[in-house]
């Protein structure tokens, strides 16, 4: 009888094979992207918290986020990085709607879902280190004073001031981001993009670095620091396209 089954033409016990094939392989799936998410989680509180212990942030003041999918994880609003366990895990979608977690977004989700929508970025890191919102509050680009401008896609623009958290800074982030993978926030900050987290914050780490040369090479009196011209940062643009390790 169980052999008259299987060789049936009306395809019902087949389809009840393809059916508990078919779950066991979305079952796969399902498992494979929850551990997908959870790696990033980790990869993603580690990163939170580097910017704390490299100084860029003070308590919870910046946030970092990172995509899979049109999936968003994120660092939650108020929440000490220190603190965040697997538990913790928060995520959004590319629309700002909550769909992992119970713990509120940060509160500068606009910027970082402004960023997704518009670049090719997989990793924001926000944060407010001290020489780079110093800069950002002298003048509207930071001069390049050094080659590794060039990595940031040219000389770092400042975004006008608008409140934290509002899509008036969103949209001023966007704009001195053209062209660029990293800005500053006008009285607030810096944020930079990357393929990976490991890039946005280098990325952020190397802006901070630049801002604090500018700073230390400007307050030397009665001298003016000298300054790459835009040829000069084309070429070394070039040669950073094969900077690295190939594989």
Same mark, same amino acid.
């Given at each position: 009888?169980?052999?008259?089954?299987?060789?049936?033409?009306?395809?019902?016990?087949?389809?009840?094979?393809?059916? /508990?094939?078919?779950?066991?392989?979305?079952?796969? /799936?399902? =498992?494979?992207?929850?551990?997908?998410?959870? /790696?990033?989680?980790?990869?993603?509180?580690?990163?939170?918290?580097?910017?704390?212990?490299?100084?860029?942030?003070?308590?919870?003041?910046?946030?970092?986020?990172?995509?899979?999918?049109?999936?968003?994880?994120?660092?939650?609003?108020?929440?000490?990085?220190?603190?965040?366990? !697997?538990?913790?895990? $928060?995520?959004?979608?590319? #629309?700002?709607?909550?769909?992992? =977690? *119970?713990?509120?977004?940060? +509160?500068?989700?606009?910027?970082? &879902?402004?960023?997704?929508?518009? #670049?090719?970025?997989?990793?924001?890191?926000? $944060?407010?280190?001290?020489?780079? *919102?110093?800069? +950002? *509050? %002298?003048?509207?680009?930071? !001069? !390049?004073?050094?080659?590794? #401008?060039?990595?940031?896609? =040219?000389?770092?623009?400042?975004? !006008?001031?608008?409140?934290?958290?509002?899509?008036? &800074?969103?949209?001023?982030? &966007?704009?001195?981001?053209?062209?660029?993978?990293?800005?500053?926030? @006008?009285?607030?900050?810096?944020?930079?993009?990357?393929?990976? %987290?490991?890039?946005?914050?280098?990325?952020?780490?190397?802006?901070?670095?630049?801002?604090?040369?500018?700073?230390?090479?400007?307050?030397?009196?009665?001298?003016?620091?000298? &300054?790459? $011209?835009?040829? @000069?940062? #084309?070429?070394?643009?070039? /040669?950073?396209?094969?900077? =690295?390790?190939?594989?």
């Amino acid at each position: 009888m169980a052999e008259a089954l299987r060789n049936t033409d009306d395809g019902h016990q087949g389809g009840r094979q393809d059916a /508990r094939q078919d779950g066991g392989q979305r079952d796969v /799936r399902q =498992g494979d992207a929850r551990q997908d998410q959870a /790696r990033l989680w980790a990869e993603l509180v580690a990163t939170a918290r580097r910017t704390v212990a490299d100084g860029l942030v003070v308590g919870t003041s910046g946030n970092v986020s990172v995509r899979v999918g049109d999936l968003v994880l994120v660092t939650p609003s108020g929440v000490p990085y220190d603190r965040l366990t !697997p538990d913790d895990i $928060t995520g959004v979608d590319l #629309t700002g709607r909550q769909v992992l =977690g *119970t713990l509120a977004p940060t +509160s500068e989700l606009p910027m970082h &879902l402004a960023v997704y929508r518009t #670049t090719d970025a997989r990793a924001v890191v926000h $944060t407010h280190a001290v020489h780079a *919102t110093a800069v +950002s *509050t %002298l003048v509207p680009e930071l !001069p !390049p004073v050094h080659y590794m #401008t060039a990595a940031l896609g =040219g000389p770092v623009r400042v975004a !006008p001031y608008a409140t934290y958290g509002s899509e008036e &800074l969103a949209e001023n982030m &966007l704009h001195a981001l053209a062209g660029r993978s990293g800005c500053l926030l @006008q009285n607030h900050g810096t944020i930079t993009y990357g393929a990976t %987290l490991d890039q946005a914050y280098d990325r952020t780490a190397q802006l901070e670095w630049m801002c604090r040369l500018w700073l230390t090479a400007s307050s030397v009196p009665g001298l003016t620091p000298s &300054l790459l $011209t835009e040829a @000069q940062l #084309t070429e070394v643009g070039e /040669r950073l396209k094969g900077y =690295g390790q190939r594989r």
